[in-house]
C-alpha cells in the first residue's frame, strides 16, 4: 500500500507559479495557476512533499481567520470557474477544467462541509510530524540550508497546536484515541530528529534543543488537552451520505453513489470469497507447502539480505522490459530498499514507499523495510535465506515499486502540464498497483503456476473487496468502529492475536480517511474495463505496452476520465 508515511488531506494539487498573472487578461492558464499557488499557500507541507519549497518555513494556519479568507478564496474561484463550464476549451483543457474544479470543490467540502480542523486532532499532529519528516527527506538543498526552515517549523509547534485547542470541539472518541497515539510517537520523533540534527549542527544545537523542547512540551499540552475535552458522538467520525456521495460524484466522477457503491463491495467481496475459498480446496488437496529444503551457507548475513532487497526491483524492472508490458525510461529516478532510520521507527512499522516529490530537482525514492537485527540466529537465518531463496520480496516490489507506484508515479510526475502533473488520485495510484499484482502473476512473474502466490492474490482481492464496504457503512452511518471491527475479523476469518490488532489499527485509520480505501478495487475494477474497451477496439493490434503507456502518461487522475482521453467507450 502507497503510504506517504502519515496521510494529509488526498485530493489536493498544489503548484507554485512564479509569473505575474495579475497583469494579463485571466485565461482558464490562468485561473488554474491562481488556483494551484493558493493551495500550495494554504497547505505549505504539502507544498513540501511535493518539491515546491517557497513555504518550507510555515505549518498550516487554521486560525478562524484564516480558514474563513481561504473559504472566501475558495468560493471565488467557483465562480470564476463557472463561466468557462461550456468554454470553447481543447480537449485536454476540457479535462484539467474537470480536475480544477475538482480540487476546488474537495478543499471546499474539507474545510467548510466536513471541516476537518475542528474534528480531527489527528490532522495537528500529522501536520508537525510530516512538517518535519518532508524537509528531511528531500534533497531539494545542503542540511546547512535545510536547517533554517526545520528550525522555523519546530518554532511554530506551540502556537499551532494553541490553535489546535481554539479549533478543536466535541471530537469523535475515536478522533481523540487515534491522536493521543499518534502524540506518543510524535514526540519521540521530534526528539529523535533533533538528536540528528544537533549532531550534524553543534553550532545549532542550543537553538535545535530549545525549539524541539518547546515543540515536544506543546504535544505533551495538546495530549492532556485531550484526555479533558467532551468527545461528541460515537459516529460522529462518519462525514455522512451526502458527503461521501459527493466525494464520489466530484472528486472520483463516479456515475453511481454509496448506495450502489455499497452493492457492488456486496457483491465483489462474495465473488472474491467464493474464488478464494475454492482454490484454497486445491492448494490444500493438491499443492500442500512445508518449509522448503535449502542448505544454508554459514557465510549468510544481514547484508546479504540488504543487498537481497536492493536486487530485486532491478530483476522484476527487467521482466517488464523484456516482456514488453511498459515502456520504462533510462533516467527514471533510483529507487532505494533501506531499512527504515532510527529516526523514522517510531512512525513506520512495516514497509513504505516515499516517492520523491515531483517538482524537485534531485529525483531520489525510498522503500523502507523493517530493520534487520545485527545478531540472527541460525533460525531466524535460515528462515531468511528461505525468503530470499523464494523471492518472497517480489509481490511487496510489484505493488510499492515496479510496476507499481514507483514507476506509476514517476512516469505521472513526467507530465509536463501542472494541472495533470500535480494530481493524486487514489483510484488511479492505488487501483494501478492493485491491478499490477494481478497482471504479473499472469504474465509469468512468479512462474507457470504458483499456487501459493495466486491464492495470496484472491486473498488481497476479498481483503479490499471487504474494505469497499467498510469505507461505505462507517461514513454512512451504518457501522460503529467496533461494528466493523468484528465485521471484518468475520469476514476475513482472522483468528491471531496479532491480525486482530492489524484491523482494529486499519479500520481505526478507515475512519480518517473516507473513501481512500474504495479507491484500490475500484480503481482496478475501472483499468480492467478501459483495458477490456481498448482490447475491443485494437483487436489483434492491441498490446500490453501501449496501453499502460497510455495510461499511466496523464498522470494520477481519475480512471473514469480516461475514458475520455483514450477515446473509448465506456459499457
Known sequence: MFRKVLSLFLGISIIFISQDISAAPQTFTHLSQEILEALQSFYPVKATEMGIHS????????????????????????????????????????INYKLIKANVDIALLDLKQIAWYKKSPRLYVEEVV???????????APPSEKIYSVISRMKAVPDYFEIARKNIKNPPPLYIESARL????????????????????????????KVSTLAREAMNDFLQFLSKVTPGEEKSFAIGKNNFDYKLTNEYFLDFDSDSLLKIGEALLEEARAAYEEYELYVESDHQNGKD???????????????????????VKIFLKVNDFITIPDDIAPLEVVETPPFLRSMISGIAYQPAGPFDKVQKALFYVRPIPDNLDSKQLAARYRYV??????????HEAYPGHHLQMQLAGRNEDPVRKWQTNYMMIEGWALHCEEMMYHFGLYGQENPAQWLGVLGGIKFRAARVIADVKLHTGQFTYEECV??????????????????????????????????????????????????????????EREFNDALLAEGSIPTSLMWEILGLKKP
Open 130 to 140: 510530516n512538517g518535519l519528516y518532508f524537509l528531511m527527506l528531500s534533497q531539494h
Open 486 to 543: 468484528n465485521w471484518m475479523i468475520d469476514v476475513l476469518g482472522e483468528t491471531s492475536e496479532s491480525g486482530k490488532e492489524y484491523i482494529r489499527n486499519e479500520v481505526r485509520n478507515y475512519t480518517h480517511e473516507p473513501t481512500y480505501r474504495m479507491s484500490y478495487l475500484m480503481g482496478k475494477r475501472d483499468i480492467q474495463k478501459l483495458r477490456l474497451a481498448m482490447m475491443e477496439q485494437k483487436g489483434d493490434n492491441f498490446t
Open 389 to 398: 531463496h523464494r523471492r518472497g520480496f517480489r509481490s511487496s516490489v510489484v
Open 55 to 94: 513555504y518550507d518555513h510555515r505549518l498550516t494556519d487554521y486560525s478562524s481567520k484564516s480558514v474563513k479568507a481561504m473559504i472566501d478564496k475558495l468560493n471565488d474561484f467557483e465562480k470564476k470557474l463557472y463561466k468557462y463550464r461550456n468554454a470553447n476549451l481543447s480537449e485536454h483543457d476540457k
Open 293 to 315: 529444503s535449502i542448505f544454508v551457507p554459514a557465510s549468510f548475513n544481514r547484508q546479504d539480505l540488504l543487498d537481497y532487497y536492493n536486487w530485486e526491483p532491478e530483476q
Open 182 to 209: 499518534m502524540l506518543e510517537s510524535a514526540t519521540q520523533f521530534y526528539q529523535e530528529v533533533a538528536s540528528e540534527l544537533m549532531k550534524g549542527f553543534p553550532d545549532k544545537a542550543d537553538e535545535i534543543l
